[in-house]
Structure formats: C-alpha cells, structure tokens
C-alpha cells in the first residue's frame, strides 16, 4: 500500500507537467489584445475550441477605446452593425494547420467594421499568440498576451 501511494506521490508532478504542456500547446484561453501601432492593451478575447477543432474568439473586456468604455460597431454590416463590442464574436472558423499555427479563419476589425482572412501562431512557452488579418498576401499582425 505504503508502495503504491509512494509511486503515485511521484507520478502526480509528471501528470501536473505533462497538462501544463498541453495547455500551453492550445490558444484556447484569455488573451490580452495590444494595439500593434500604439503598444496599448485594448481588450480581452477569450478563445474557445469547438467540437469540430475550430477556434472562436468573442471580446469579453473593452480596456481601451477611443469610441469610450461601450463602443459599438458603427461600421459593421449585418447583424453585427452599432451592436456592442463587448459580448461580440470578431474571431472565427480558424482551423488547425497542425502544432501551434491556425489558418483559414476570419477576424473582424471593430474598429471599421471589416473582416479580413485570418491566420495565427502560439509562440514557444504558449504565453503569446500573433493574430494575423489578411488581404491576399499582405497581412497585419497583433502580438496577444495570454491573461
């Protein structure tokens, strides 16, 4: 018996690591979006991971705007347009590409209402995440910080 808890004592560290290591694998979570032209903290999306393996994104915390503290999206079309910011999905349909890297996703500006292609990659150490939105072949990428 003492043998058997003994073993366990030593395995539960492994186990402790080994799901550490799986999260920091996954974008699922909180993350930090820092404006990549003024360096500030704007919002906090929280990434989710559907049945299917695709990754949504819905802003959960408006820190920043210059739209005041409840912007909405004026320049939305649809079913999104002068909604609320907070509670809005702006990240969806992002697919595995294997590993640590997402693609074939869409990602909506609030700001101006456009949705571009959408691409993004876990950093090593899984604590920052680069969101990418995409014409053709030109892209715009965010550096996001896990909360």
């Not at 969806?92 to 993004?120: E, H, Q, R």
């Amino acid at each position: 018996m003492r043998k058997t808890f003994k073993t366990l004592l030593l395995a539960l560290p492994l186990c402790l690591a080994a799901l550490s290591a799986q999260a920091a694998d996954s974008a699922a979570g909180r993350w930090k979006t820092i404006d990549d032209k003024t360096g500030k903290v704007k919002s906090i999306v929280e990434i989710s991971q559907a049945a299917n393996g695709t990754l949504t994104g819905k802003v959960v915390e408006i820190l920043h705007s210059d739209k005041g503290p409840n912007p909405v999206c004026d320049g939305c079309e649809g079913p999104n347009k002068n909604k609320p910011v907070k509670g809005m999905t702006i990240l969806w349909n992002l697919k595995s590409d294997g590993g640590s890297k997402w693609s074939g996703g869409t990602i909506l500006d609030p700001a101006n209402g456009k949705t571009y292609k959408s691409k993004m990659e876990l950093q090593t150490g899984g604590t920052k995440l680069d969101v990418a939105g995409c014409i053709a072949f030109i892209c715009r990428t965010q550096t996001w910080v896990r909360e």
